[in-house]
């Protein structure tokens, strides 16, 4: 949880917190760079849907017009790793309890392809 000091001004509470959302995204790249485990695909998504909250609640504090190619960024960034996800999800719970055998397999093989065009 983040902790604001009450007196700071809005503008390095939005620092503080951006900086918290990018650590967490930095945390996580090496684990969707190399596909080693999902959960990192997971959280890099939680950082950038952090970050982008953190752009419409302090809207008055910080120029979206300046901020709007970031925004786009880290709404297409988001978008790659909803993608990664949603196969994730298939792999690890939809397919085990559908039996899938086969498909189980040609999905996994598939899973890394799919994160290698991640950030």
């Known amino acids: 949880a983040t902790r ?33 485990d999902t959960e990192g695909v997971h959280q890099m998504r939680v950082a950038l849907r952090r970050l982008r909250s953190l752009f419409a609640v302090f809207g008055s504090v910080v120029d979206r017009t300046t901020c709007s190619d ?9 978008d790659l790793l909803g993608a990664a996800r949603d ?7 939809t397919l085990p309890r559908q039996g899938a055998g086969q498909a189980l397999q040609a999905a996994q093989t598939t899973r890394p392809a799919a994160g290698a065009h991640a950030p």
Do not use: K, T
Request: proline share 2%; with cysteine; charged share 25%.
């Open 70 to 78: 970031l925004i786009e960024e880290i709404r297409w960034i988001s």
């Open 4 to 36: 604001l000091d009450p007196d700071a001004l809005a503008i390095d509470a939005f620092r503080q917190i951006a900086w918290e959302c990018i650590a967490q995204l930095q945390g996580n790249l090496d684990m969707v760079l190399h596909g080693e």
């Open 87 to 93: 196969l994730d999800v298939f792999i690890s719970e």
